[in-house]
């Protein structure tokens, strides 16, 4: 096809961080039933887990595109 085959961990790596941004969405989905004032963990914590998570993905697809 004219372009290299991914690497497996290549391949892994991506998709264990999509879990965990499903993880995310599911905490923050869940965490909107409550109000301010109960909610244990605010969105401040998972907005700066959330964008470390993408940048990891885009860690990933940049190693891959420099090989």
């Not at 497996?8 to 991506?14: H, K, L, N, W």
């Not at 963990?41 to 993905?57: F, K, Y």
């Amino acid at each position: 096809m004219g372009r290299a085959a991914r690497q497996r961990a290549d391949v892994d790596a991506i998709n264990l961080l999509r879990a965990c941004v499903d993880e995310l969405k599911a905490i923050h989905a869940h965490l909107q039933g409550f109000h301010e004032a109960e909610r244990a963990l605010s969105s401040g914590p998972m907005d700066r887990t959330m964008a470390s998570v993408c940048a990891a993905i885009r860690r990933v697809w940049q190693s891959e595109d420099e090989r």
